[in-house]
């Protein structure tokens, strides 16, 4: 409830025009900084400066060299004849003189030495014994009728012992021709055979001597 009771102890105040005026300066106050703060602060205005000023010379190119000079003009060539001089025909040097022979001998020549004996020959060398063909020649080993006729045939290796002048020691079958008849055919005919003698130190000498014997049928 509102209460309606007014105290009239208290008197009603009055209008201040002091205080209103002092607001009002106070708000006018800061109206005016406010507007001097809303103005743009112009700067003095600067000293124009001068324009740089760049300045371009054009520089001409050096004039072309002048020519060369032309060459000199040769000088004409000469031609030398050169004329060939008779050569004088050479003169033979004169025959030389005979030399001067003295057969009497001087007291101050010296007899020549006897001449060198020859040397001895080399020894022969040495060589061991042989067949001789010869030999074969003359006794051709027999061809069994028999081996003939069914035309059977083999080689023997017949070892030949001789003695120092060529003759026949010993015959032996060294390898057989597995055929009894031929290996005796050879035998036979090797044993009237000649043999060439060995050399040993210049000596003839004996030895033994393989000789094949081939029996081929015809």
């Known amino acids: 409830m509102t209460d309606k009771n007014y105290n009239y102890d208290n008197p009603p105040q009055r209008i201040s025009w002091a205080r209103i005026g002092g607001n009002a300066f106070a708000i006018a106050l800061h109206a005016v900084a406010f507007m001097v703060m809303m103005v743009p602060v112009a700067s003095p205005d600067a000293p124009d400066k001068n324009d740089e000023v760049t300045q371009v010379s054009f ?117 057989s021709s597995r055929n009894r008849n031929l290996d005796r055919a050879a035998m036979d005919a090797a044993r009237r055979w000649k043999f060439n003698a060995g050399l040993r130190n210049g000596v003839k000498v004996g030895g033994d001597v393989l000789v094949p014997v081939k029996f081929t049928p015809p």
């Open 59 to 175: 520089i001409e190119p050096p004039p072309p060299p002048p020519p060369p000079p032309p060459p000199p003009p040769e000088p004409p060539k000469v031609v030398q004849k050169i004329i060939e001089q008779p050569k004088p025909t050479p003169v033979p040097p004169p025959p030389e003189e005979p030399p001067v022979v003295f057969d009497d001998p001087s007291p101050i020549d010296i007899e020549a030495p006897p001449p060198a004996p020859p040397s001895p020959p080399a020894p022969p060398s040495d060589f061991a014994p042989s067949e001789d063909i010869s030999g074969r020649a003359l006794n051709q080993p027999r061809y069994p009728s028999k081996e003939l006729r069914e035309g059977v045939g083999g080689t023997v290796m017949l070892r030949v012992t001789i003695d120092a002048a060529g003759n026949v020691l010993n015959v032996v079958i060294d390898k």
